[in-house]
């Protein structure tokens, strides 16, 4: 074997990833350390405490009331109401231009709300 081989190991030997093979069998040959056992005060006033069996909010034995829950989200409420508010105020934008656009170029005036508006136009 040539230096530059030898020199190529040996940086990929350093530098590479390796396979994992050593960490593993140092890993597994030491042992994994045992759970410090649990002492229990012995005593008539000790009782067993057992949890609840674990059980799925899925599986209910009464069916949901429909009426009782909300089926759309407030926000997505609050958006549509801030859409509708949005629209609402971009006609009547759009009719005060075209109030203007009426009365300044060709003498048409729709606001009746105007007092006096009837006699000028």
């Given at each position: 074997m040539s230096i530059i081989h030898a020199l190529l190991r040996w940086t990929l030997g350093v530098f590479a990833p390796g396979t994992g093979r050593r960490r593993a069998a140092t890993r597994s040959a030491?042992?994994?350390?045992?759970?410090?056992?649990?002492?229990?005060?012995?005593?008539?006033?000790?009782?067993?405490?057992?949890?609840p069996a674990p059980r799925s909010p899925y599986g209910l034995p009464e069916p949901l009331d429909g009426a009782s829950t909300v089926p759309v989200r407030p926000y997505v409420l609050a958006a549509e109401r801030a859409h509708r508010e949005r629209e609402c105020e971009q006609a009547r934008q759009t009719r005060r231009r075209l109030t203007?656009?009426?009365a300044a170029d060709f003498g048409i005036d729709l606001d009746r709300h105007v007092i006096g508006a009837e006699?000028?136009?």
């Open positions: 030491a042992p994994a350390p045992a759970p410090a056992p649990v002492h229990l005060p012995e005593g008539r006033g000790t009782r067993v405490v057992r949890l203007l656009v009426l006699r000028v136009a």
